[in-house]
């Protein structure tokens, strides 16, 4: 029996150990994949607590030095704004501002700009922002006017900056608005006084008309792109003739003078918006949201959140909170598993009490609402506020929203300013102390709550484990294909001589290059259909439904016409003797390519891939053609069927997004349109969400399906 | 023996005796080649409610071969540093804070020459063969480091500093020129400039210089000059001259509710010297040959307030109480001056200034002399400007590549002579600029662009001369030296150049690398407009050399921002992080490369079959060799023979023993679980 057998090295451990994961691949992605959830569901136990990583930043470390004084003046601010009739012209309001930024003592300019819209540039893609491209046919009234105020530190040597934004609708202030800019206009009037400063201060009072992102984008690109010469200049200076009604005044304290010259302090070290909410909703205590996502899951240095936490829990006594998903919190299921982690968390503790496992339930559903909503904004990659625009100059930003209680006390505002006023000042003060940018802490964080995030080390792991059984499962699968091939050879051919053999394996071993063909000609479709939205949407008067009927139409009509110009060799394979293995080919190309493009963007947007993990790896998985199924009868085969379909189903992404804004919001408000609202809106934010929904997911979703109506 | 010692000592003496006598006797022959001092303080208000306070202390010495080497009022430092290193010229300056161009002015002699860029800046001309200049810089940036206790000497390295042709200055051969934008100035520098004047800061005006009130201040700037006409081949020899000036701009502190006026101004806040340094001058230095204080009032102050008073009279004509000297009366003096100058009428000013001059002389620490000026009537003014206004800024965002733009813009002053001038075709306007680049900004300077009222210029009309000296990698920084001539009318001008930005290695970055990398200040000049002031000067034949400073023609200059550029930088926190990788790939490579080395493919085979034929895998063969060893027995190891029993019976008692030892090892962590549940 032993000399029988041809003798067969034995391969070094690593290699077994892989041929051993590779046969077991259907138990190893089970349990990678149970584990994947797990791990995620697990994030908000393993949440740490924040700290302040960087030293320079000691933050409440001296008293607020804000004085009723400052705030009663900031009053008689705010007091005014409102007086100020609602002209419908938004000279009057960046006037008084500007004037108020002169009296104290800061230098004041204006800044012109025509709002850019968002438009996706399928060439530009990746490319920065960039300042070549204006429209041309802009009308004058379209104009908006930014006012900046910039106070020099008087022994720092202004090369850095910090940036206070308050955005402001100019042709209809709102009450919230009216305050944002009194606690700005508060800290900015005892800046102007401090001895400490060492960097610049920048106030830019956004003229929110044409949308907060658009003023805070216009005013950064002319700081960093500034235009020196072209058609847009001279545009704007055609423009601001007809709408010169305001002058430029002087201040008759200091002689300084409001001027058009655009000004410019250092290098932005961070920046704050400041937003008051406007009282819709009650609020029993002074309460602070805070906004950090940029751009492509962007996010701002940790530490910048941790320090306004900070101070306003510790130093002003403010309720601190971050987005949240609302409708999880009394779900069912996360309350039983809330109760789960909760019961091991006491059996640990009763092992070892060291063993610090676990939380109260409470505790682990605000986690998961407010980490849901985390990695939701992050994935979308559309800054969640103004703030948005700085990340993409590399400076830290994040939005504080503050919800005073709504009463209509006179001392309440002033105490309301003096708090907000505080706060900014204290931010500002640890900011300033601070000697390098930004550096020390996470760039790569989820937020559970405010004093708690999870850090990129343990984020990984679950997407890591979702990700793992990709290429086993590919591997197994060709193996297994091979294997078939081969032994069904030696069936047919068990006479034949190995000379003979050989050439057949080598040509069999080959198949995967058609699949590998069918795999490339969908994800050129793919690229097909991202960019039509394009030029759907240059058509006029259509409705959202309407859109993306024409989007699912043309998409289809591109995948047959695509199918019979270049994949006419489907077919020729599928008449072969070796058709029945050929989903399996197909099946784990599908599967590579689904792995490689995961990685992929989980370098670029990691919460995106994790999502999309979610959604594609079991519906890769599960992927076998249905007609193979119904062929065996038996009970697991059709409840593998059945499990295919349904996750095919929820797979196709508007079912995926309606199914999920169902679950969140109620069915009642759902609407197919959305789903191209939605989409749309990714795409004019330059998201790179949109390709991956577009280059990833629809063509695994489509070779998925085309694996189910195999003919086998 | 102890007699011939004292009587050396006695020698000695009777001969240092002598040599004094000779001294005071050759000194009183020559009255005109005596030593020098004076100390002089210019006060000025400022539009923006400051003042500005300019200490001048000027020190002479005549040259040595008339004079002698011995010094009675000259720093014997000082002296030593101008033999040694043959200084022509020297300038050293630390600032703190930015000269406000708009504000403050640009266009007066103050603050062309005393307004610096923040940090060190330091000059020097050597009166060395041009081989041994660079020699000479590095030993002077190091005595200086030592004399005032700055890091001057990091000017040392060639990355540092740079030789300007004609930048800087006209004719400048043998010129080293250095900047450290991010030292900071404390006290510890000012304690050793105090030293070189005769009265410290013990008597005189430097008196006035209470530490904390200068130094709360919103502009520092501490300067140090030293002019030596001694190598001069023109054969002029004047001696050595060290001017040490000391400019601060203070905010006067105002009392709580200052009187708003019906126009809604308000009253510039009054101020005196007690209040401005918190001291009061108690006489001159008695070393001093004059010492004087001065109050500059700007013409367009005088014009101002003119202009107020007729108004004033034109409702209020009983107020005809007159007060001061002059014929303003929008504020008053608490001290009558000694002098008024009055400032020669130039062409584009509607108003001359005023100088108001006091001697110090009068003045005993008995009487000291508090002087304070109180405002009368709300009163806004501009100072002169500079005929354009340079900023500097960085463009574009990432760390890979960005762009310097220096942007010239017109100030108000300047638009007037401009329309004066349009009628004629060729007028322009001569702008020069110097600006040097570390060498990890790799500036590329054929991607100069000039933009002139927003319309892109060809390079060569714009400019008409240029020196350029590119970088060299950690050898020597990049220098642009230019000549712009531009347009008399020009609305907005700038200047374009893009850059890279290098890596550094890991040893080359400074403390605190994430804050950035500085772009020293640029200087621009504009040659074509003298700062110099022209007083209506009476007979009296003791000028005072701040006067002569004020007076002498110098070229407007300006410096522009200091630029931060942020680089990439290692994360210097995780260097075990690298220290990891490293010896990982490096144990993958040796350990594969060995392995690969070691291979011997037939023998191998051979091995192998035997080893299938054995049918033993290695495990067992070590766990039987380990239960021998727990029984004590003696290990045999199992027969080669290929006999399949032989092997199966081993096999069987290898899984027996591994079974047991399993039992065995269950039982231990039983054990140590159950110690660490009671007890842990």
Same mark, same amino acid.
């Given at each position: 029996m032993v000399e029988s057998e041809p003798l067969k090295p034995k391969p070094r451990p690593i290699v077994r150990i892989g041929i051993f994961l590779i046969s077991h691949s259907l138990l190893v992605s089970v349990v990678?994949? @149970?584990? =994947?959830? #797990?791990?995620? #569901? +697990? +994030?908000?136990? #393993?949440?740490?607590?924040?700290?302040?990583?960087?030293?320079? +930043?000691?933050? =409440?470390?001296?008293?607020?030095?804000?004085?009723?004084?400052?705030?009663?003046?900031a009053n008689k601010f705010v007091r005014e704004i409102n007086n100020l009739k609602p002209t419908g012209t938004s000279i009057g309001i960046s006037g008084l501002i500007a004037q108020h930024m002169v009296d104290l003592g800061a230098e004041v300019c204006y800044h012109k700009f025509h709002p850019q819209l968002n438009k996706f540039h399928p060439l530009q893609f990746f490319s920065g922002p960039d300042s070549g491209i204006i429209q041309e046919n802009c009308s004058c009234s379209s104009y908006g006017i930014n006012t900046v105020g910039i106070i020099r530190a008087p022994r720092g040597d202004g090369k850095e900056a910090i940036v206070l934004v308050t955005p402001y609708n100019s042709v209809n202030v709102s009450p919230g608005e009216a305050l944002s800019l009194g606690i700005a206009s508060s800290v900015f009037s005892l800046l102007t006084r401090v001895t400490w400063l060492a960097k610049d201060i920048i106030w830019l009072a956004a003229d929110s008309q044409h949308g907060e992102y658009a003023s805070v984008a216009a005013w950064l690109r002319d700081y960093h792109t500034p235009l020196f010469g072209g058609l847009a200049k001279l545009n704007a200076e055609m423009c601001h003739e007809s709408i010169m009604l305001y002058e430029l005044k002087k201040s008759?304290? @200091?002689?300084?003078?409001?001027?058009d010259v655009f000004r410019r302090a250092g290098t932005m070290a961070a920046a704050l918006v400041i937003k008051v909410a406007n009282g819709n909703e009650e609020v029993e205590k002074d309460t602070l949201s805070i906004y950090a996502e940029a751009s492509n899951g962007q996010m701002p240095n940790l530490d910048l959140i941790n320090v306004v936490n900070y101070l306003a829990v510790h130093g002003q006594g403010l309720r601190v909170k971050v987005e949240k998903f609302s409708s999880l919190l009394d779900s069912k299921w996360l309350r039983v598993l809330g109760e789960t982690f909760e019961s091991l968390g006491k059996v640990a503790r009763s092992l070892n009490p060291q063993w610090k496992f676990g939380m109260p339930v409470a505790d682990y559903i605000e986690g998961t609402a407010t980490l849901a909503s985390s990695l939701y904004h992050q994935a979308l990659g559309v800054p969640t506020g103004p703030h948005g625009a700085f990340r993409d100059y590399q400076v830290d930003a994040i939005t504080l929203e503050i919800a005073p209680i709504v009463s209509s006390n006179k001392g309440r505002q002033n105490e309301f300013l003096l708090r907000g006023g505080r706060l900014v000042e204290g931010v500002l003060r640890s900011v300033n102390n601070l000697l390098e940018k930004f550096h020390q802490s996470f760039f790569l964080y989820l937020l559970t709550s405010p004093s708690k995030f999870v850090s990129v080390g343990v984020y990984m792991i679950a997407f890591a484990l979702l990700v793992a059984p990709l290429p086993l499962a590919a591997a197994s #699968?060709?193996?297994?294909?091979?294997?078939?091939?081969?032994?069904?050879?030696?069936d047919t051919f068990t006479s034949s001589s190995a000379s003979v053999n050989i050439p057949a394996i080598t040509f069999k071993s080959w198949n995967w290059l058609h699949a590998a063909k069918a795999v490339f000609i969908v994800h050129i479709w793919s690229v097909i259909i991202t960019l039509l939205p394009y030029f759907i949407g240059q058509i006029p008067n259509c409705t959202p439904t309407n859109s993306l009927l024409i989007w699912v139409l043309l998409s289809v009509f591109c995948l047959l016409a695509l199918r019979m110009t270049l994949g006419s060799s489907f077919s020729i394979i599928s008449v072969s003797q070796l058709q029945k293995k050929e989903w399996a080919l197909l099946k784990s190309v599908t599967i590579s390519a689904a792995f490689v493009s995961l990685c992929l963007m989980s370098v670029i947007n990691f919460a995106t891939a994790e999502i999309g993990a979610l959604l594609i790896v079991p519906m890769c998985l599960m992927a076998t053609p249905l007609r193979f199924e119904l062929k065996a009868r038996s009970l697991r085969s059709i409840t593998r069927a059945a499990c295919n379909l349904v996750l095919a189903f929820i797979g196709f992404p508007p079912n995926a997004y309606v199914i999920s804004k169902g679950l969140f919001e109620g069915f009642g408000s759902v609407n197919v349109g959305d789903f191209w609202n939605w989409l749309d809106s990714l795409r004019a934010w330059n998201s790179a969400t949109y390709l991956y929904v577009c280059m990833v997911h629809i063509p695994c979703w489509v070779l998925c399906v085309y694996i189910l109506l195999h003919h086998c | 023996m102890a007699l011939p010692r004292s009587m050396i000592f006695l020698l000695l003496f009777l001969l240092l005796l002598f040599v004094l006598c000779f001294a005071s006797e050759s000194i009183g022959y020559e009255p005109q080649e005596e030593e020098e001092f004076s100390e002089e303080l210019l006060l000025k208000p400022l539009p923006d409610r400051k003042v500005l306070a300019h200490f001048?202390?000027?020190?002479?010495?005549?040259? !040595?071969?008339? /004079?002698?080497?011995?010094?009675?009022?000259?720093?014997?430092?000082? /002296?030593?540093?101008? $033999?040694?290193?043959?200084?022509?010229?020297?300038?050293?300056s630390f600032t703190q804070g930015r000269w406000n161009y708009e504000r403050w002015g640009g266009y007066d002699p103050i603050s062309s020459n005393n307004a610096k860029p923040p940090g060190v800046e330091l000059w020097a001309v050597f009166d060395v063969p041009q081989d041994q200049v660079d020699a000479s810089w590095k030993n002077l940036s190091h005595t200086l480091s030592g004399m005032f206790c700055a890091s001057i000497n990091f000017l040392e390295s060639s990355t540092a500093y740079s030789a300007p042709d004609w930048g800087v200055r006209q004719f400048s051969s043998n010129m080293r020129y250095g900047t450290l934008p991010r030292e900071a100035v404390c006290t510890e520098n000012l304690t050793p400039w105090l030293k070189l004047l005769p009265c410290r800061d013990k008597a005189g005006l430097s008196m006035l210089m209470d530490r904390p009130s200068i130094y709360r201040g919103f502009y520092h700037s501490q300067r140090l000059?030293? !002019?030596? !006409?001694?190598?001069d081949s023109t054969g002029l020899n004047k001696g050595i001259e060290l001017e040490q000036t000391l400019t601060i701009v203070l905010q006067p502190s105002t009392p709580g509710n200052s009187m708003a006026y019906s126009s809604g101004s308000i009253l510039q806040p009054s101020w005196s010297l007690s209040s401005l340094f918190g001291r009061k001058v108690g006489g001159k230095c008695?070393?001093?040959?004059?010492?004087?204080?001065?109050? $500059?009032?700007?013409?367009?102050?005088?014009s101002e307030l003119n202009n107020l008073q007729k108004e004033n009279e034109s409702y209020d004509t009983d107020n005809l109480a007159f007060e001061g000297s002059s014929s303003v009366r929008g504020f008053e003096l608490s001290v009558s001056p000694d002098r008024v100058i009055k400032e020669l009428s130039s062409l584009g000013k509607e108003h001359p200034s005023i100088l108001y001059e006091f001697l110090m002389e009068n003045y005993t620490d008995s009487k000291p002399f508090d002087f304070g000026l109180t405002w009368k009537l709300p009163v806004v003014w501009s100072c002169p400007q500079a005929p354009l206004h340079a900023s500097r800024f960085l463009m574009g965002s990432g760390n890979e590549r960005g762009a310097i733009a220096i942007s010239l813009k017109p100030t108000k002053q300047n638009e007037g002579f401009q329309t004066a001038d349009i009628n004629e075709d060729m007028c322009s306007l001569q702008v020069d600029v110097f600006q040097v680049v570390p060498w990890y900004v790799k500036v590329y300077y054929h991607t100069l662009q000039v933009f002139v009222d927003g319309q892109a210029q060809s390079v060569a009309d714009v400019i008409k001369k240029m020196r350029v000296s590119p970088s060299e990698d950690?050898?020597?920084?990049?220098?642009?030296?230019?000549?712009?001539?531009?347009?008399?009318?020009?609305?907005?001008?700038?200047? !374009?150049?893009?850059?890279?930005?290098?890596?550094?290695?890991?040893?080359? /970055?400074?403390?605190?690398?994430? $804050?950035?990398f500085d772009i020293p200040s640029a200087v621009v000049s504009f040659p074509e407009f003298q700062a110099s002031a022209n007083f209506l000067e009476d007979a009296s034949s003791n000028k005072s050399p701040l006067l002569c400073k004020l007076q002498e023609k110098s070229p407007v200059l300006s410096y522009t921002e200091v630029l931060l550029v942020p680089l990439t930088t290692p994360d210097f926190s995780m260097p075990y992080n690298v220290i990891t990788i490293t010896c990982t790939v490096f144990a993958l490579y040796f350990g594969s490369m060995l392995n690969v080395l070691r291979r011997r493919a037939a023998e191998e085979e051979r091995l192998l079959k035997r080893k299938a034929a054995k049918k033993n895998g290695r495990f067992p063969l070590l766990l039987s060799k380990l239960y021998a060893k727990l029984r004590g027995r003696q290990w045999e190891p199992p027969q080669s023979s290929?006999?399949?029993? $032989?092997s199966s019976s081993s096999s069987s008692s290898s899984s027996l023993v591994s079974s047991k030892l399993l039992i065995k090892v269950v039982l231990v962590a039983g054990v140590a679980a159950g110690w660490q549940y009671y007890f842990g």
């Open positions: 990678c994949c @149970t584990a =994947g959830v #797990l791990a995620l #569901l +697990l +994030l908000p136990v #393993l949440a740490k607590n924040t700290y302040i990583s960087e030293n320079a +930043l000691v933050p =409440g470390s001296s008293h607020p030095m804000l004085t009723s004084q400052d705030v009663s003046e008759l304290v @200091t002689g300084a003078e409001v001027s #699968l060709y193996s297994d294909a091979n294997k078939v091939d081969s032994s069904s050879e030696k | 001048h202390f000027q020190t002479r010495v005549p040259p !040595t071969e008339t /004079y002698g080497p011995h010094h009675r009022l000259f720093p014997k430092a000082i /002296y030593q540093l101008v $033999q040694k290193f043959q200084i022509r010229e020297m300038e050293l000059r030293l !002019t030596s !006409t001694k190598f008695v070393l001093a040959k004059s010492s004087n204080v001065y109050l $500059q009032l700007e013409g367009s102050v005088i950690k050898v020597s920084p990049g220098v642009m030296e230019m000549v712009l001539k531009l347009p008399c009318g020009v609305k907005s001008a700038a200047l !374009t150049l893009e850059f890279d930005k290098g890596f550094l290695h890991i040893d080359e /970055y400074p403390p605190d690398a994430n $804050q950035g290929s006999s399949s029993s $032989q």
